[in-house]
């Protein structure tokens, strides 16, 4: 078969490659490699999706009805709002589809968040990379990287791999002085960790201005990764267009049911929250009296400086030996980094005093 000129264009996209989950020869994993939460689901959600099992046969509620209305009430934002779906990824790739023609341009932050890419390349757009200044975004780079051809700007607020943030004041002020045409998509898939109070996800930037998205996630604090649901929060009149492509049955029901539930578990989430804070703390203070350097992060995992890709890559294959899997952040431009998300306590012990045996950059 001869491909399209569309299929073509997308054979040159570099597939994202997610957290390594096995290590050959090792019994146990300590799986530090793809931010997720460490205490396995809401204890809420599973009975829920125990519940749920003998409804299989039966499609899902295609307007994820009760789930949009806990998230609702959960938020303070209005049900008709919200779109949900199969994890904030697809949120993403709708707002690309939704917004995006060829030619057109996304402006996203140097190390920020990869599917942004992917999925505007896909809808036959060029993404296009604002620099950051020390890891972080940077407002006035990605205003001038804005061009007449821009029509979204995304941003991981927190961001994933770096761990930064921008406050709530700084993404006011950029969306103020953003073009009114150009949608601002908040990423705040991490938002739930972030413990800093010049910090906000931006709902209230949704009504308030009408060209903002908020994308939240359950992969996360939440523990649903595994059954793949997100929504958005969007100005009415986002909500209606993304309603029409997407497709009638895109959350299952497990999803719908895990997702309630676990709004209702706020022990789980509380102590998540307080876990993830002291993991944090420890983790950062350990690898900086190694010598490393350590960023800090709002989000639920750190990035370390190893100097160099050689020494990046050498550490991460050793910790794999002992079964701890970490993140390569090469691709993210952080080809010196690794990224190592939080789990529990006994597994941040083990990971640190790998690192140290490790050794210290000469
Ligand atoms: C910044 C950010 N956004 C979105 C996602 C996607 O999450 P999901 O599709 O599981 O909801 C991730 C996952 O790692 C992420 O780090």
């Given at each position: 078969m001869s491909f399209s000129p569309k299929a073509k264009t997308i054979l040159d996209?570099?597939?994202?490659?997610?957290?390594?989950?096995?290590?050959?020869?090792?019994?146990?994993?300590?799986?530090?490699?793809?931010?997720?939460?460490?205490?396995?689901?809401?204890?809420?959600?599973?009975?829920?999706?125990?519940?749920?099992?003998?409804?299989?046969?039966?499609?899902?509620?295609?307007?994820?009805?009760?789930?949009?209305?806990?998230?609702?009430?959960?938020?303070?934002?209005?049900?008709?709002?919200?779109?949900?779906?199969?994890?904030?990824?697809?949120?993403i790739q709708f707002l690309c589809n939704a917004f995006l023609a060829p030619g057109d341009e996304i402006v996203y932050s140097a190390h920020g968040f990869l599917m942004y890419s992917i999925y505007a390349r896909?809808?036959?757009?060029?993404?296009?990379?604002?620099?950051?200044?020390?890891?972080?975004?940077?407002?006035?780079?990605?205003?001038?990287?804005?061009?007449?051809?821009?029509?979204?700007?995304?941003?991981?607020?927190?961001?994933?791999?770096?761990?930064?943030?921008?406050?709530?004041d700084e993404i006011k002020s950029l969306r103020d002085q953003l073009p009114e045409n150009v949608l601002l998509v908040l990423d705040?898939?991490?938002?739930?960790?972030?413990?800093?109070?010049?910090?906000?996800?931006?709902?209230?930037?949704?009504?308030e201005y009408g060209s903002v998205v908020v994308t939240r996630t359950f992969s996360k604090i939440y523990g649903l990764g595994g059954v793949r649901l997100?929504?958005?929060?969007?100005?009415?009149?986002?909500?209606?267009?993304?309603?029409?492509?997407?497709?009638?049955?895109?959350?299952?029901?497990?999803?719908?049911?895990?997702g309630v539930a676990a709004l209702s578990d706020k022990d789980f989430i509380h102590s998540s929250v307080r876990h993830n804070a002291n993991m944090l703390n420890f983790v950062t203070k350990y690898l900086r009296g190694?010598?490393?350097?350590?960023?800090?992060?709002?989000?639920?995992?750190?990035?370390?400086?190893?100097?160099?890709?050689?020494?990046?890559?050498?550490?991460?294959?050793?910790?794999?030996e002992r079964g701890i899997l970490v993140r390569q952040v090469a691709a993210y431009g952080l080809p010196s980094c690794l990224r190592i998300s939080m789990g529990l306590e006994e597994e941040m012990m083990l990971a640190c005093e790998a690192i140290k045996d490790y050794g210290q950059p000469s």
């Open positions: 996209i570099a597939p994202y490659v997610g957290g390594e989950s096995k290590a050959e020869g090792v019994e146990r994993i300590i799986k530090l490699s793809s931010n997720e939460g460490p205490f396995g689901p809401p204890p809420a959600a599973v009975r829920a999706l125990q519940e749920c099992v003998s409804d299989m046969h039966r499609y899902p509620d295609g307007g994820s009805t009760a789930l949009r209305e806990a998230l609702a009430t959960e938020n303070n934002i209005k049900a008709d709002q919200i779109i949900c779906g199969a994890g904030s990824d697809e949120i896909a809808a036959g757009a060029n993404p296009i990379a604002a620099p950051e200044q020390d890891l972080k975004a940077d407002p006035q780079a990605i205003l001038d990287t804005v061009t007449p051809k821009t029509k979204i700007v995304f941003l991981a607020n927190p961001n994933n791999p770096t761990g930064s943030y921008l406050t709530k705040a898939a991490y938002c739930e960790y972030v413990q800093e109070a010049d910090y906000s996800a931006g709902h209230e930037l949704v009504d997100g929504w958005g929060h969007c100005p009415p009149e986002i909500a209606d267009i993304l309603n029409r492509i997407r497709g009638p049955f895109n959350v299952s029901t497990a999803a719908q049911v895990a190694e010598g490393l350097e350590v960023y800090l992060s709002a989000g639920n995992f750190c990035l370390a400086d190893f100097e160099t890709p050689e020494r990046a890559a050498g550490c991460a294959a050793f910790l794999k």
